[in-house]
């Protein structure tokens, strides 16, 4: 791609390159008078007073000709003396100017340092070059020498044409769970070496997302890893081995290194006002949901708009419609950790693009004559309707919801489950093995394998709740599952009933009958209260490293827990989680990994508090009574809004649109 830059010439440059240099011509400038009049400078500025003096200064004291300061002022055009002495102290921050000279203690000199001479010979900025020293003494010269030469021109991941959000899910891809531009530069271009080099077959790849800059990149790299090589700093050509905690524990190093490189300008992640987070998301999921506003009136008659509109970030799951804002949650894969997911960071960055987010609408009042008669008994269903675009159904938000809802499927406090999945320590799907589950469950089994199962109406897809049979099993019997992925003639399939996956060939799959949706599902998503990894595990792993796992695993698994319920937030239970020893006494689990040191004590969110005060009289009656929810009531509702969406659901060409921000 080609890219254009204005660059605004002197003067009396523009006039040495106009027509009729040699014999009479004619000047034609294709601009305003007054723009070349007002903006186009009489004279051009010197470099020596338009670009950074770190460089120069650095050169000057290599010759050894004198001070800096003084050497400076014969120049033809001086700099400022100001700029030079901040430049010397800027040096000197950046260890590349020793604090005082031998002779006198001059604040505007310094003896040249080691590392000042490496960077007087890198054609990069003062800070890359640092990095790069850095790199060397930590052992990641590398990937700092990547940073430093993709750092030092344009932008490394290309942005097609009116493609930005692509081109930020193709960042976000490289960054993983780092949040780092540098990190994702890595990545990246190790990618397309490996690509280029070890499998031609995907050089169109490379061509589509900018080859040519890349390799300039590449050539920039191996002209600093020829240069740094005169000071002996070498890449090591064959890098040890890599355990499963060793690929962290580098990353971590890098991270060091790229602080102090760029020290002091970087900045860390300030702590998020949890409480305002729950208020302005309604009591949503911050790291699921994006809020929307200026919603049409009558707003959910247009989901399946809005729901295309945010395909390019993530699959939805539901959108809630409260008056004139909607909130739109994103599928969460139930195999993966508490993150932001990228689909947020994706519909984030289309604001921030002013990407317009336009619906077709209906006019109020031709809607309108349809709830005549209902306006004024059904009049809140109006602003306040839940769609689940996995269920495909559209109903009134009932008037108790949230943590009271969602704590139907706890009979008590205490809990005994077995674990079927571990997600990440502290973090496990698994279900309740009381009498009363157990009959649940089995009478559920019955009936589906009961019906006369027919096959999937619809191509297989990832959020589809189907029947699958779990392969481990000798029976064949079918249970309700969830598609995670599809993968060839195979689907990873979630069995929503009991917390586990498995991979289930295709043509198994089968048909959910409405019958046997109904019923919520049973399996149970648990996280450990109180605990936070240790700075050792987060050194060594993502969040956990690959050892603390190890443990947590053979404490939990095999062996029939009990769980305290502390709080219910987002459908998540936390608790804790306690097992019987050898000598038949309970073991905190939690207190367990903390005297390993693979935890710490933390407190609990601003949103599991609030849930854990609202469960203490969870088991009191007049709670639940409180709950119930005239039937009919909830009918009429239901029919109303599909009536609305049989008459207006429909795109029609002459309706107005409607910007939603």
């Not at 009919?632 to 649109?657: G, M, Q, W, Y």
Request: aromatic share 10%.
């Amino acid at each position: 791609t080609i890219s254009r830059s204005s660059i605004l010439y002197s003067r009396p440059g523009l006039v040495m390159r106009r027509a009729g240099r040699v014999s009479k011509g004619y000047c034609y400038r294709l601009v305003h008078k007054d723009f070349w009049t007002d903006f186009i400078p009489e004279e051009s500025v010197p470099e020596m007073l338009r670009c950074p003096l770190g460089t120069t200064v650095l050169k000057i004291k290599k010759l050894d000709m004198g001070g800096p300061k003084a050497l400076l002022a014969t120049a033809l055009s001086p700099p400022d003396v100001g700029d030079i002495e901040r430049t010397i102290f800027q040096l000197k921050e950046l260890g590349a100017l020793t604090t005082g000279v031998q002779t006198e203690d001059d604040p505007h000199d310094g003896e040249l340092t080691f590392l000042g001479r490496v960077l007087a010979q890198l054609p990069v900025d003062l800070h890359l070059g640092k990095l790069i020293v850095l790199g060397h003494v930590f052992g990641c010269l590398e990937e700092c020498l990547i940073i430093a030469a993709a750092l030092s021109l344009q932008n490394f991941f290309a942005v097609p044409f009116k493609q930005h959000v692509d081109g930020y899910r193709n960042k976000l891809f490289f960054a993983g769970n780092s949040k780092s531009d540098c990190i994702a530069i890595v990545n990246a271009f190790k990618t397309f070496t490996n690509r280029f080099y070890f499998n031609l077959g995907t050089v169109l790849i490379c061509l589509i997302c900018n080859l040519e800059f890349k390799f300039q990149v590449a050539q920039l790299f191996h002209n600093l890893e020829k240069r740094v090589r005169a000071f002996n700093m070498c890449v090591n050509a064959q890098p040890s081995a890599m355990d499963q905690e060793r690929v962290y524990k580098q990353r971590f190093i890098l991270q060091v290194v790229i602080a102090g490189a760029f020290y002091p300008n970087y900045f860390t992640f300030g702590k998020c006002d949890e409480e305002i987070a729950v208020r302005d998301l309604a009591g949503k999921d911050p790291k699921t949901t994006v809020m929307l506003k200026n919603i049409p009136p009558y707003g959910y008659l247009y989901h399946k708009q809005l729901q295309s509109l945010f395909r390019q970030c993530g699959q939805v799951k539901s959108i809630a419609y409260d008056g004139s804002k909607a909130f739109v949650e994103f599928s969460r894969n139930p195999m993966e950790g508490f993150k932001i997911l990228p689909a947020v960071y994706l519909s984030v960055k289309m604001s921030q693009l002013k990407i317009p987010l336009l619906l077709n609408v209906h006019f109020p009042g031709d809607i309108e004559k349809q709830l005549q008669g209902y306006l004024a008994s059904l009049f809140h269903i109006l602003f306040r309707v839940n769609v689940d675009c996995q269920k495909q159904t559209v109903e009134p938000v009932e008037i108790s919801f949230g943590t009271l809802q969602q704590s139907k499927m706890i009979p008590n406090h205490v809990l005994s489950i077995k674990i079927t999945e571990i997600v990440e320590v502290g973090h496990f799907w698994g279900y309740r093995i009381d009498e009363k589950n157990r009959t649940v469950l089995q009478a559920l089994t019955a009936e589906i394998n009961y019906q006369n199962l027919m096959d999937l109406p619809v191509s297989p897809h990832p959020g589809l709740v189907c029947l699958a049979p779990f392969t481990h099993a000798e029976n064949g019997e079918y249970y309700r599952a969830r598609i995670l992925y599809v993968c060839g003639d195979f689907a990873e399939v979630f069995f929503v009933d009991y917390g586990n996956r498995s991979k289930v060939p295709l043509k198994k799959l089968k048909e959910i009958p409405s019958c046997l949706r109904e019923l919520p599902f049973q399996a149970l998503e648990f996280k450990m209260c109180k605990m936070r990894p240790s700075a050792k595990s987060l050194v060594c792993g993502e969040w956990w490293s690959y050892s603390a796992s190890q443990r947590f695993a053979s404490l939990v698994n095999g062996y029939t827990l009990l769980v305290k319920v502390y709080s219910l937030v987002h459908s998540v239970l936390h608790v804790d989680v306690f097992r019987y020893s050898r000598c038949k006494k309970l073991v905190n689990i939690r207190d367990v990994l903390i005297e390993e040191c693979y935890a710490e004590l933390a407190e609990e969110s601003y949103e599991s508090q609030q849930s854990h005060d609202l469960l203490k009289g969870l088991f009191l009656d007049q709670v639940k009574k409180e709950e119930k929810m005239p039937v009919s009531s909830r009918e009429e509702e239901k029919h109303l809004i599909e009536r609305l969406l049989n008459c207006f659901s429909d795109n029609k060409a002459d309706v107005p649109t409607h910007k939603v921000t």
